[in-house]
Structures are given as structure tokens and as C-alpha cells.
């Protein structure tokens, strides 16, 4: 049995593809102490490990995030500021507690220059893609970056202090989305990740973290019978979600198509900024997304890399809209492997989702190719595979390490 430190990001996508993996890693024997915000306690004590809280301090820094990370050059300056901020109750942790070994998601790199700093075996857990360099210079993505060019000074600036203040190698932009740890454990399959054959065994492809099934709320759902009319999905995730004029516009596409719809807004929208909601839709904040897949014969997504594993899990086509961060490398994969179309935000009009919609529900292609990424995804291996890499790689070092 080892003890290990896991320096998680705190935000839903992030922590919950971890938890499957951790509790993995308990119930063979290692101790897990999962550093997150207060929000998450319940959920990591629930899988067996101990809870510790980044604190007050990350939690300001978090705050005054909210709602601006998809600029994902000021998310970078960032995920340095909160390091800057953490970092010395981290090491004050590391030396009372004296971990075996370090797991850190890939956008919490100070779990990163912690173990750089107390030269411990490091693990990276990477809930989105990993990307290429070739990937972020693609004109869709590029353009979220370029908005956070005025960033790139101040966090040269803060990259050179950290690394004189814990001697440890100055981090470049390009290695917050590209990584460079030994092992990197990736939660999707080799054939859903994009340019894979670049990546070497330091990437572990484990699948996603499917959530469990669940008929809450389903009940007063009205769904239509499977092979009777087409039933359409849309949502925009949980975070980037409060876009009426989006959902006004599905409503205008739908209204009198003839399908049913069921909408997700999350919660930041007003509800009677929705215009006269048609009979065939349901509207709710939040609904059991997989149980809605599981009868969508189509999938309006915003391409966050958890919505969209799990349609590809069940085989659903995408219409995908990214609204920011990742999301739109997201959905050039999805358009690449054939699962979907990737349609602009700034091109969401009725007419246009009126053709696509009709387009992908009369070619079975979409659904075809989408149920192929799927069954990759199911054969990845898992929470099991990932612990079994971890463990091997843990050992290892610390034979190394004379441990
Ligand atoms: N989700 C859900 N019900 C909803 C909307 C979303 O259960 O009404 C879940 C969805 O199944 C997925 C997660 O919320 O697991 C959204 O994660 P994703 O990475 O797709 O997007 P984010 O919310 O991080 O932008």
C-alpha cells in the first residue's frame, strides 16, 4: 500500500472522470488524499478517499474565473496564479505527509511543480484531449487563443518567478495543453483522440467515465416510442450554458418539425425569455442526460468532452456547436471521425439547423460512425487498466527511487 496526493481541478469535468479511477486505486489498497474545493468533499469521500480543501484563497482565485475560462490563455495565467497560491500549504502537506507518489489533472500543475520540487513519481489525468501543437494552430481553435494574447507577458512572468522561488523548470504555455508527464492517463480511447499515433506508452487511453444510470426525473418525460417520430436532444453542458438566443432559435427550428425535443438550459437562463415553448418540446434545467440519449435519435451538444463520450457511448449523431475552451477541437474530432456536423455559433440560425438536423436523421452514416467510436470507447480498458498502469509506473519509480 502506498499513500498518494491527488491535486485535482476543481470544476465537475475534471473531477468526475477521475473518481471511477480513484476509488479503482482504494479498493486495491493505496491511501488517497484528493486535494479539490469544498464543493467536491462529499463526492471523493464517497469513493474512499480523504478530502483535503484547497481553501479560501484558490477558492477567490477560482471565483474570479467563472465564466472566463474559455479564454484558455487567461485560464493558463491562471491555473499559475492558484498554483502561486496553493503551493506552500501543498509543500507543508508533502513534507508532513510524505506521499509515495503524486497524481495531478493536467490543469492543476502545481501538483506538477510539487513533485518536480520533492522529486516524487508524478501521474497526469487528463479529462480533455491531449493536444497537438498541429491541433491548436487550427483556425477554429486558434481564435480562442488569440483572444488571450494580452495574457501571454504575465504569464512568462509568473512562469519565470514560480521557478525561481521552487527551483524547479520554468513552464511553457505550449506544456499546459500538451503535457510532458511519464505517464498521462487519458479518459477517452486512442481512436477517439485526435493525431494519437504521435503519442507515445506515456499515454494511457483508460475510456471515459460513464455517469451510472438513473430514471430520476425521467418520469414526467414524455418519450416518444422508439421507431415512432424522431426524438432531438440539445444541450449546452453545464457551464457555458446561458445562451437564450440559442434556444430560441432551436425553437424556432422545431416548432413545427416532426419530432419531439427535449432542451437541458442549465441554470443561468431566465425561463420566460424562452418564446412560446412548443408543444413538442419539454424544457428542463437539468435532466439524466444518459437515460435522454439512450432514446435521442439526434444530439444538439455544445462539445463538452463528457456529453459528447457519452452519446458516441450510446452511438447518437452530433450536431456540435462549441461555445468555448476546448470545445471546438471537441467537435472537429467529432466532424473528422463522421459522428456529427460542427456548425459555428455564429451560424446557429432555424433554417440551417433545419437541414442539418434532417440530413444526419436520414443518414444512417452519422449514427453508424458514432456507435463505432463508442465500442472503441467501451473497449479501453477502464478505471481497471488505469490503476494497473499507475501501480506498475509507481512501483517502478520507487525501485528506482531505492524506496
Ligand atoms: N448533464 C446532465 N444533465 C443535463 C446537462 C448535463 O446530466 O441536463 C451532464 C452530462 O451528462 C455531462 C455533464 O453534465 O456528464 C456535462 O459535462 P460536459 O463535459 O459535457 O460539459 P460542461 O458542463 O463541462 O461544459
Redesign the pocket.
Known amino acids: 500500500m502506498s499513500k498518494m496526493f491527488f491535486f485535482g481541478f476543481p470544476?465537475?469535468?475534471h473531477i468526475?472522470p477521475s473518481l471511477p479511477l480513484v476509488r479503482e486505486l482504494v479498493q486495491r489498497g493505496e491511501q488517497v488524499i484528493y486535494y479539490a474545493s469544498d464543493e467536491f468533499k462529499e463526492k471523493i469521500e464517497r469513493v474512499g478517499a480523504q478530502f483535503r480543501s484547497y481553501g479560501e484563497k484558490s477558492q477567490q482565485l477560482h471565483n474570479e474565473l467563472e465564466g472566463k475560462h474559455g479564454n484558455l490563455i487567461l485560464l493558463s495565467f491562471y491555473i499559475l496564479k492558484i498554483g502561486q497560491a496553493i503551493l506552500p500549504d501543498a509543500i507543508n502537506d508533502l513534507e508532513t505527509d510524505k506521499p509515495d507518489y503524486i497524481i495531478y489533472d493536467s490543469m492543476a500543475l502545481w501538483g506538477k511543480f510539487a513533485a518536480q520540487m520533492m522529486k516524487l513519481p508524478a501521474v497526469c489525468s487528463n479529462t480533455i484531449f491531449v493536444m497537438s501543437e498541429k491541433r491548436l494552430l487550427n483556425p477554429k481553435v486558434f481564435f480562442s487563443f488569440a483572444q488571450g494574447l494580452p495574457y501571454v507577458f504575465p504569464f512568462f512572468l509568473l512562469s519565470r518567478r514560480l521557478a525561481a522561488m521552487y527551483q524547479i523548470p520554468r513552464l511553457r504555455l505550449r506544456q499546459i495543453f500538451i503535457g510532458d508527464a511519464d505517464l498521462t492517463i487519458v479518459y477517452t480511447s486512442r481512436c477517439f483522440q485526435p493525431d494519437s499515433h504521435q503519442l507515445d506508452k506515456r499515454y494511457r487511453f483508460i475510456g471515459p467515465s460513464i455517469?451510472g444510470e438513473s430514471n430520476l426525473l425521467c418520469k414526467d418525460m414524455d418519450f416518444p416510442a422508439k421507431g415512432d417520430i424522431p426524438l432531438i436532444y440539445i444541450?449546452?453542458?453545464?457551464?457555458?450554458?446561458n445562451n437564450t438566443k440559442f434556444y430560441n432559435e432551436c425553437i424556432r427550428a422545431y416548432k413545427n418539425m416532426e419530432c419531439r425535443v427535449i432542451m437541458?438550459v442549465?441554470n443561468a437562463i431566465d425561463l420566460s425569455a424562452l418564446k412560446d415553448i412548443p408543444k413538442n418540446f419539454t424544457v428542463?434545467?437539468?435532466?439524466?442526460?444518459?437515460e435522454?440519449?439512450k432514446r435521442a435519435d439526434l444530439f444538439i451538444?455544445?462539445?463538452?468532452?463528457?456529453?459528447?463520450?457519452?452519446a458516441l457511448f450510446l452511438g447518437v449523431p452530433m450536431i456540435v456547436v462549441p461555445?468555448a475552451?476546448d470545445?471546438p477541437i471537441v467537435a472537429v474530432r467529432v466532424k473528422e471521425v463522421g459522428a456529427g456536423i460542427y456548425l459555428k455559433k455564429g451560424k446557429v440560425k432555424h433554417k440551417r439547423l433545419q437541414s442539418l438536423s434532417a440530413h444526419i436523421l436520414s443518414d444512417q452514416g452519422y449514427k453508424r460512425k458514432s456507435k463505432a467510436v463508442g465500442d472503441s470507447l467501451r473497449a479501453s480498458g477502464g478505471p481497471t487498466y488505469g490503476a494497473d498502469e499507475i501501480i506498475a509506473y509507481k512501483n517502478r519509480q520507487l525501485l528506482k527511487l531505492g524506496g
Open positions: 470544476a465537475h469535468g468526475n455517469p444541450s449546452l453542458g453545464t457551464v457555458f450554458n437541458s442549465g428542463r434545467r437539468h435532466v439524466p442526460q444518459m435522454v440519449l451538444t455544445h462539445g463538452g468532452m463528457n456529453s459528447v463520450s457519452e461555445m475552451a470545445q
